[in-house]
């Protein structure tokens, strides 16, 4: 049986999704500090004030402040988007044959699209220059460092 038609071929469908998966995984692990400050603080100025609204006020606002003035948070972010990058390259671009790079590049399509948005949208920042670059060879690295599990017989 050949396997040459499946073997090298670029996976568009399967790389985008995997690419749309990678940037959730990293935006879960962005938010998620900011989720357990809030349920923190609200566990704490619930029973304290009577006012229910004033809670809410409380929480956006240390969050807000949280994430304006920390940008040790905005590296993790990165840090995590890319090492969910290398991941799914990875796994996707097993058994692809001499289409590796394309696919895992392919994976970074998502994140790196979001980034320059931020740009564009927000202003140049060289943290964000630095994501999409980080982001843009966490795909292609693992597309070509992927561990292939499947032996093609020729």
Known sequence: ???SNISNRILW????????LALLIGFIVYMLPGLIVGFKMG???SPKTKNK???GVQISEAVSKMYRESILL???GIIATSLAILWR????SRGTGDKKLINGFLVSCFPSFIGLLYIF???FNV??????LLFIGSGLLGGKFNRNRISVPS
Do not use: H, Q, R
């Not at 469908?13 to 749309?20: C, E, I």
């Open 1 to 3: 049986m050949k396997y």
């Open 13 to 20: 469908v399967k790389s985008l999704w995997n690419s749309f």
């Open 43 to 45: 566990f704490e100025l």
């Open 53 to 55: 609204g004033e809670v």
């Open 74 to 76: 905005i590296v993790v």
């Open 89 to 92: 390259s990875g796994i996707v």
């Open 121 to 123: 949208l927000i202003g």
């Open 127 to 132: 943290i964000s220059i630095l994501g999409i």
